[in-house]
């Protein structure tokens, strides 16, 4: 039988997904699984390469196996792409572990935040050329499918990635 996850991170690009589940795994003890990190791995390119060989219905394609398997690794802290939500099994599978108990979290954060921490949108072919309205965009045309699979809502704007880590740590011990 599989297993469930500790937590999942869920959240536009930028939103400190990647770097707060590291903090939160390292706190807990636990494995992370950054769902970006594993499609690299299973294909063997970056995702760059990915998108721009096979284009992004492939990448996606990739990413579905990757959020699939990710969420029956027990007690694992699993970090999803961006775009990972606009896949209907994906959020299917995030109802379900959510429904179970395990904190969906969704990360918050505005423009003003991201754009200091995304350097341009260099590794992100969809923010490639108008970062700021490509990031816009997608953060819009997502938000509803985010706030559909999240069972909790953590401001990530002008903190830290400890300081957000503590508030999810909170989450767990609630």
Sequence with gaps: MPGRPLLVLVGPAGAGKSAVAARVARSAGAAVIDTDAAVVALDGRSVPEIFAADGEAAFRDLERAAVADALTVTGAVVSLGGGAVMDEASRCALREVGEAGVPVVRLEVTWRSVSRRLRGGEGRPLLAGDARGAW???????????????????????????QVAADVIALLTA
């Design 136 to 162: 816009t965009a997608l953060a819009l045309a997502r938000a509803p499918l985010y706030a559909e699979v999240a069972t909790a809502v953590v401001d990530t704007d002008g903190r830290w990635p400890r």
